[in-house]
């Protein structure tokens, strides 16, 4: 009786209590006096201001109000947007793990505004802050659907303030007009707000959202009516000017090589009209981004890493999104990144780049950049000028038809240059008898479809796309389709693509190039949840998947069927348990483990192997949390047992340690290999103030025989601007020699106009 009087209590309120439906409305009045953010909300603008009230839950459940309430309130000047959260709780403590800004959204105790300024139910912002008072921004694209939707590396200038009650915390945040594109002829935008109570892990929202879709998906936001006039949007012009520099050491070359470097640069934001902005760099610096995650890579495919330089990230959706996974035109990681003959990333200096993106009107949007890079002789390679061209209509209400065009320019190359410019992209192999002829240029065209129901449970995406170059004229061709269904129980999709033999996309993320000779393929998805009657258990359910490839001839290269079933916990744990049978076709010679010293499997050789597999997460709540994963099962003709996963430990809101571990025990007979391979990647963050941090991270990869230590120090000493100081070393793992070891600063500071 104890259990079920208060579950009576809560099932009463539910009934009476008002569901806030997509579409319903947030009035918003201008404020006739100052705000000052200071926690306290005793401004006579926030008194009369309308409020956003009777949020719902929509994790563990989408079908009760939140017990602990959130209201919203917001109001403006000539200069700013202001929003007022005041998040009923009680005194336990917070669950807050950094101060850091763009905070890790699924771990901290947070509240969000989500807006649309464009009322295209596509595109927008998001502002965060946690309990503690950290940060965290963004774009949001797509409506707000798919892992990619919300962009955290837009970043700009705003202000907030948290203050901290017994049954209660209040939020106030200031931002700027002139720091996100609008048009003031817009009387109604997108909006929404939803809160993470993480300490009880309870996710809700102001208007109403299934479980299945984010809380902020634009299908399930409200409209922002501005009940007097908008600030019309004035030009916006930032100059973030930056000096950087350092000291290297190469002790791979004798005698041991030893340099200095200083180099200044800027960044220009403009803003062309209300919705339309102009970015420009000159000579870009990008040493102060965080070194990439190694990965124990035993597959035939190359890995995409993300990209992570800032200037490619802001509306990134326009140039990235083209295409699918099996054939991705345009890859930001292409400029500036190229792999030498040995097949190791290498840096190529960026000169300067232009990128003109953003909304014409409420139906159209364009993209539009040009980057230029510098000749390096040493790694074969011209100056190249890379263009993208992009252009998207959006119909009915989140469907979308996107043009886009990529193209390659390698700069003062002619046939007699074959000796002087060797890399693979410029002169491939050629037949004795045949003259090398250069490849001075790659284009790609590009069309896109994506339709999208009003409640976003149907969803389809399509693309068409042909590649141009000196070197193929026919069988240049890719495309691909997929379908989807959601709702609250049922997940299920389906796709087919096809790659031509000689589909080149230089620009672009083909992960089949190299493997295959031309490809056609199609894959299925199937989970069905079921919600049991439990105190633990939030759903359970079984999945399935298939996927085939087939070479153009019709021979099968690769399958996999997988059979699974997984279990949500109310605590945020969750545990999944997967069954696959793997075939594989060679199509080239191969060896995991890619040493001359082991035989290589060859091409035409037939293998086929089951696994089962194991991955958990822990009660994220807790200080202590792990991700583990488990596979064991055949691999080629042996067999392998993988474990993998991170360990974490925060001392919050300052501290947080982990482990990231990836272990491989690979047994292949007949000197094919037999390796215990072993990734190790402890990583410590500090965040002393919400203005200065600290990250050491350090890598251990025996099987590229490196060892990596990276530190960072970030001085945020203005808003949006930073002093940097960065230190890099690889050593080889016997006898913990120095490979080469770089100590650097970059200074920048942002500038309104």
Known sequence: MKCLLPLAILLLFSIGHAQNLPGAKLKIKKSQGEIVLDGVLDEQAWKEADVADNWYQNFPVDSLPSPFQTEARMTFNDEFVYVAFVCFDDDSPDVVSTLRRDFNYPLNDNVSFIFGPYNDRLNGYFFNVTAAGAKRDGTLSSGGVGENAFNIYWDN???????????????????????????????????????????????????????????????????LVWEDPIPKAKTNISIIPFVSGGGFQDREVDPVSSSTELQTGFDAKIGVTPSMSLDLTVNPDFSQIEVDEQILNLSRFEFQFPERRQFFLENTDLFANAGFESARPFFSRRIGIVQDTAGISQKVPILYGARLSGSINEKWRLGLMNMQTKKMLELGLPAQNYTVATVQRRFWQQSSFSMTFVNKESLGVSEGDSLKYYHPSIFAKADLEERLKPNTYNRVIDVDLVLRSKDNKWYHSSFLAQSFDTRNESKTMSGSAFFQYSDRNLNANFGAFFVNENFNAEVGFVPGSTVYPGQIGYYSEVAYKIFPNSNSILSTGPQAGINNIFLPNGTLADREYTIGYALDFKNSANLT????????????????????????????????????????????TRKFNFLLNVTYGGFYNGTNLNLGGELNMRFQPYVNIAMRFDYNNLKLPDDYGDEELILLGPKLDITFTDKLFFTGFYQYNNLSDNMNLNARLQWRYKPASDFFIVYTENYFPTGFVSKNRALIFKLTYWLNL
Do not use: C, H, M
């Open 157 to 223: 200038k705003w202000y907030s303030k948290v203050v901290r009650y017994k049954d209660k915390w209040i939020a106030e945040l200031a931002i700027p007009f002139k720091s996100f594109k609008y048009k003031s002829d817009v009387k109604e935008w997108n909006v929404t707000f939803d809160r993470l109570d993480k300490k009880r892990n309870i996710k809700s929202a102001w208007v109403k959202t299934p479980r299945q879709f984010y809380t902020g998906t634009f299908a399930y936001a409200g409209q």
């Open 577 to 620: 348990i997967d069954y696959k049978n793997i075939f594989q076709k060679l199509t080239f010679d191969f060896n995991p483990v890619n040493d001359i010293l082991y035989r290589k499997f060859l091409e035409g050789e037939e293998f086929q192997w089951n696994t089962i597999s194991a991955i958990y997460q822990s009660n994220t």
